[in-house]
């Protein structure tokens, strides 16, 4: 029997957002809500899991299950459900510090390891719930509270760090576009292995510099000729910073993490056909 989309109103919690007016989080939920209805998936088959951050309470305001867990530790608590329950949509979202500060060693090895996820990362700039501190994606020269004289670091290149991870869907959004988030987010799902979509989303409270006008400004959709199994061309659109372009930058399709499990669980040669014919079962 066919299962029945769910409307937009069924996709949020009784809990209302807390961030604060004009925050780009808004956009990034908006179009959170609108990529689970047009996938028509079922909240009691959606686990939402973050770490810490303003952009880490987002699990709160969806009505699937969720875990918010400890400071970076999204991908541990991801991988883990994912694991028990293969069946499980599992999508992890989070801030730019939780994914690239302390939560930087797992991200990387989650790229590696393939998994069937999707990271939606809230890309600000700065570490906005504590009131303001440069984070690893913030700009040499950004003046906050803690660096008054402009921080000296250079930042980390989101999009390259996951490609060389070994990532095989890497995208950019942009929270001032939720429509295209939305798609961006479906085609994340969609796809069978590490989806990252690093998502520019303005904190208007505490960063005065990275804001929905400059972004807009900034930013390009790829060319319509872009290929993104190209990973040469991938790199190098990920590192464009004039503009920084906006869509699936690299995709790769192959086994993920749980293929590779489940082969291990039936056999890989003796019982060939039976791992076919399950990965069809399981994605067809």
């Not at 069946?87 to 989650?110: E, P, S, T, W, Y």
């Not at 920084?244 to 082969?263: C, I, K, N």
Request: aromatic content about 10%; glycine content about 10%; proline content about 7%.
């Amino acid at each position: 029997m066919a299962v029945q989309p769910l409307p937009l109103e069924a996709y949020k919690s009784d809990e209302k957002p807390t961030w604060c007016p004009g925050c780009g989080d808004f956009g990034v939920l908006n179009g959170l809500y609108n990529a689970m209805r047009q996938k028509g998936l079922q909240t009691k088959d959606v686990v939402v899991v973050s770490g810490i951050g303003c952009s880490s309470r987002l699990p709160f305001f969806v009505a699937s299950y969720g875990f918010h867990g400890v400071h970076g530790r999204a991908m541990p608590i991801a991988t883990g459900v994912k694991v028990a329950n293969p069946n499980l949509k599992v999508l992890a979202m989070g801030g730019d510090g939780d994914a690239f500060a302390i939560g930087g060693g797992h991200f990387v090895h989650a790229a590696r390891r393939n998994l069937d996820i999707c990271y939606v990362i809230m890309d600000n700039n700065i570490y906005g719930l504590t009131k303001g501190q440069t984070s690893p994606t913030s700009q040499v020269g950004f003046v906050t509270k803690t660096t008054p004289k402009g921080t000296p670091d250079r930042p980390i290149n989101p999009l390259r760090l996951a490609i060389a991870s070994g990532a095989t869907f890497v995208a950019r959004g942009f929270s001032g576009k939720p429509k295209e988030l939305a798609e961006l987010i479906v085609e994340g799902i969609n796809h069978n292995g590490f989806a990252v979509i690093d998502t520019f989303s303005p904190c208007p409270t505490f960063n005065k510099v990275n804001t929905f006008k400059a972004y807009r400004e900034e930013v390009a959709d790829l060319p319509k000729d872009y290929d993104p199994s190209d990973l040469h061309r991938a790199i190098e659109y990920a590192s464009s910073d004039d503009p920084m372009y906006l869509g699936v930058l690299y995709r790769e399709e192959g086994a993920s993490f749980e293929d590779h499990l489940q082969a291990a669980k039936i056999g890989t040669e003796e019982n060939a056909p039976a791992v076919i014919e399950d990965l069809f079962r399981r994605y067809g």
